[in-house]
């Protein structure tokens, strides 16, 4: 019940569905059954609607498994130390389906995973329950397209369906296709798995050249936001992507290595996934950079001097900071000696975290005193909220990564664009 499990659950009720949305975290199940929802793009009212009408639950009791027709997987599926796979929570949720499961039941995994992953790793999984998939049980790939804070419904994305036997795809598509407009079938499980993990390649490859072309028109005094805006013009062949900070969320920076992964496996490099991953990777050493460079231009060093960082989250308007670039970026301005706050609305504290430890920092407030008091504020993610006017009027010297200061002309000698 997590970023995609909550409105897979709302779009399935919404169909008609009865749907219990079940999770490990004790909190989150609570947090549900009183009509809290744990996601900010996702209004509390939602979840109260569904549960007045007595055909939604949240439980963290895996048992309930047996009174579902349909189980859709949405766990975790985040890279390890080594940058590769960590299918932990698949393994653990498939072979905990798999002591439950009843003859009939469709199986259907969701999270972004390699090719092959559905057929290796779910199915024996299932299968260990003595029960065969295509005759007992079902089981497809369809993954989840879902853009937190976009303005598109799950019902209004098409949907991808792969099955490996006809009698799992003929339920797939016919539960799916009651979940939303249009279903996309495919040849099988593992062409399912390749469609998600190309959309995100899609977008990692394509953030990357638009951050290298970012430093070559910086070289040449080009402005690579005005060199989009105008080629989007074209109403064929060119698609924007928009330079940044360097990559975020639990998507773009760690899918495309789990085709790098299995790809070795058929003695094959994934070039252009290293390659974007080298550029995106590099962003945030290029922001700390920019800093230092803009400060020095006004005889300031690095080290001592207060930086104020705005928006923490991975993405504008989301309260979900998972591998989110500002985070480097605070763990590189803090390791050369700056004396660091943030403002955030979606966070108003910092948790320690897996790999960046800011517990106890609380998010500062935005008065014009208190931003007029560092001597640098950088832009790291341009939350709608921010009264950019305001913050830059206040500011002594302004680095901004997402050219949220666009309009901003007249205070140009302040703004470094980055
Ligand atoms: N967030 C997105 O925008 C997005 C979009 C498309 C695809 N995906 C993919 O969907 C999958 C889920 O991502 P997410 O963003 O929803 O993650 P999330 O962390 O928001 O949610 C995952 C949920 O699964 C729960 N969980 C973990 N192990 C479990 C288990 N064994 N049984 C039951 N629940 C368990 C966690 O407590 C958590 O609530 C990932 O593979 C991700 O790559 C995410």
């Given amino acids: 019940m997590g970023y995609v499990g ?22 989150r199940v609570s947090a549900l059954n009183e009509g809290r929802s744990t996601i900010r793009t996702i209004p509390d009212a939602k979840v109260s609607t569904m549960l007045h009408d007595g055909r939604f639950h949240a439980s963290a009791n895996l048992s309930e498994v047996a009174e579902a027709d349909a189980i859709l997987i949405c ?16 393994r653990r949720s498939a072979k905990a389906i798999g002591e439950m499961l009843r003859p009939d039941q469709l199986v259907c995994l969701e999270s972004t995973t390699y090719p ?32 937190p804070g976009s303005k ?57 050249l638009v951050n290298e072309l970012k430093h070559i028109f910086a070289r040449m005094e080009i402005d690579v936001w005005e ?7 074209k109403p064929f062949g060119f698609m924007p992507f928009y330079p940044g900070p360097g990559l975020g969320g639990h998507c773009i920076p760690v ?17 252009f996934i290293e390659l974007a991953g080298e550029v995106n990777t590099a962003m945030p050493y290029h922001v700390v950079e920019a800093i230092a460079t803009a400060l020095n231009d006004r005889k300031k060093p690095l080290h001592g001097s207060r930086v104020l960082v705005l928006g923490v989250a991975y993405k504008k308007d989301v309260d979900d900071l998972r591998e989110s670039p500002t985070l480097k970026i605070m763990q590189l301005l803090g390791e050369r000696g700056v004396r660091l706050d943030y403002n955030d609305p979606h966070f108003p504290e910092l948790q ?33 909220s921010y009264d950019y006017a305001a913050i830059v009027e206040s500011a002594q010297l302004v680095v901004d990564t997402r050219n949220a200061t666009r309009r901003l002309i007249r205070h140009r000698n302040k703004i470094v664009l980055c």
Avoid at 155 to 175: C, H, Q, T, W, Y
Avoid at 255 to 271: G, H, I, V
């Fill in 255 to 271: 899918d495309p290595f789990y085709l790098s992964w299995k790809a070795r496996e058929y003695d094959f490099a994934t070039r």
């Fill in 352 to 384: 320690k975290m897996r790999h960046y430890n800011f517990a106890g920092m609380r998010s500062v407030d935005l008065s014009p005193s208190n931003v007029a008091s560092y001597d640098c504020v950088v832009i790291a993610t341009d939350h709608t």
């Fill in 152 to 208: 598109f419904r799950t019902s209004e994305i098409p949907k991808i369906v792969g099955a490996d036997d006809e009698n799992s795809r003929v339920l797939a598509e016919a539960f799916y296709g009651r979940l939303v407009n249009k279903i996309v079938p495919v040849a099988n499980s593992r062409t399912a798995e390749a469609v998600k993990l190309s959309e995100n390649i899609f977008r990692c490859v394509n953030i990357a």
């Fill in 75 to 90: 766990v975790p599926t985040p890279l390890s130390k080594n940058r590769e796979p960590d299918l932990t929570h698949v």
């Fill in 116 to 147: 092959g992953c559905t057929q290796e790793i779910v199915k024996p999984a299932l299968e260990a329950s003595g029960l065969k998939v295509g005759t007992d049980i079902f089981l497809a790939y369809s993954p989840e397209r879902e853009d």
């Fill in 227 to 233: 060199v989009i805006d105008a080629a989007a013009t």
């Fill in 6 to 27: 909550q409105p897979l659950a709302f779009a399935a009720h919404e169909s008609g569905f009865s749907v219990i949305g079940f999770d490990i975290d004790p909190a």
